[in-house]
Each structure stands twice: as structure tokens, then as C-alpha cells.
């Protein structure tokens, strides 16, 4: 291996292996995108994807239909943190309460599109992801940016 590609093989493998989880629509993979620094493109995640080794992108149809579920638990196993993701826009959850209890690993909350709603939709999204059982919630936009280095830094990613 040339000695750069160790250099970047090693710095990638001290980066946590995160894997997100949430609806569809969410905002999962826009997430996954610019910790990426990747252009922000939409696209229907139809099966689990992986980004720089180091984020899982799940469909969101794993979380909505719980014969799925499964998968999440198995997929996750790879995993050094589980980031649940609720859309702010969203009238409601699909995360069971305390289900972080599901998964052997810190749970991560994140509200997303937060910039497109005002304070109260936030703490709803916030109650939901409490509910659920994550330790840490941060409130981002993937696409303006805000939030999501706070994000990072509590990642170890910044």
C-alpha cells in the first residue's frame, strides 16, 4: 500500500462508523452528504449504503415497517454509534419509545431541517428523540450547514 493510502486508510479507521436511522425523507443520506462534503442530491436510498467506510445510510422503510427492524439491529452491528434521525417537518415518529434500548451502542438524536420550522416543532421532534432514548440531540440543516459541525465535533469527525 502506498504510504498515503495508509495515511487516509489509518485516519478513516479513527473516525467512528456511524450508522443513521429515520423515516423516509428524514434526511438521512442529505446528512450523510455533507458530512461527506459531497454535493447536497437527493436520491431514495433503496438499500443500505455506505459512505467513506464510515456511515451507514439505511432505507427508511427498515425503521417504518417493523418486520424489518431486524435488519437495523444486524446492520448496526458494525456500527460505533446509532444517530436516530427526526425530521422537524414530520407530525409525528416512527421510533418506539426507548427504542435504543435495541441496540448495544450510544444513540445519537438528530432533528433535521430545522431550519424550515420554528421553536415548537423542534421540541416536539426533540420529546420524540428523548422518548426514544438518545443521550445527545443536535438540531441541524444539512443544507444551510447549521448545527451540523457541533454535530462532527461530538463525533470526533471536526
Same mark, same amino acid.
Not at 414530520?90 to 433535521?112: H, I, L, Q
Given at each position: 500500500m502506498h504510504p498515503l493510502q495508509s495515511q487516509r486508510h489509518d485516519m478513516q479507521e479513527k473516525k467512528k462508523r456511524l450508522i443513521l436511522i429515520?423515516?423516509?425523507?428524514?434526511?438521512?443520506?442529505? =446528512?450523510c452528504q455533507r458530512i461527506a462534503n459531497e454535493d447536497l442530491k437527493y436520491h431514495k436510498t433503496q438499500t443500505v449504503q455506505t459512505f467513506n467506510?464510515?456511515?451507514i445510510d439505511t432505507p427508511g422503510e427498515y425503521l417504518e415497517r417493523r418486520a424489518y427492524r431486524?435488519? =437495523?439491529m444486524v446492520t448496526s452491528y458494525d456500527a460505533d454509534v446509532i444517530i436516530?434521525?427526526?425530521d422537524a417537518?414530520?407530525?409525528? !415518529?416512527?421510533?418506539?419509545?426507548?427504542?435504543?434500548? !435495541?441496540? !448495544?451502542?450510544?444513540?445519537?438524536?438528530?432533528?433535521?431541517k430545522c431550519d424550515l420550522v420554528s421553536g415548537n416543532e423542534i421540541d416536539i421532534a426533540e420529546k420524540y428523540l428523548q422518548m426514544a432514548g438518545a443521550t445527545e440531540i443536535f438540531c441541524i440543516s444539512s443544507v444551510t450547514g447549521e448545527g451540523v459541525e457541533a454535530l462532527m465535533k461530538h463525533l470526533g469527525y471536526a
Open positions: 429515520g423515516k423516509s425523507s428524514a434526511g438521512k443520506t442529505t =446528512l467506510e464510515n456511515m431486524g435488519a =437495523l436516530f434521525v427526526q417537518t414530520e407530525g409525528g !415518529t416512527m421510533f418506539p419509545p426507548s427504542y435504543a434500548a !435495541t441496540f !448495544t451502542k450510544p444513540v445519537v438524536g438528530v432533528v433535521s
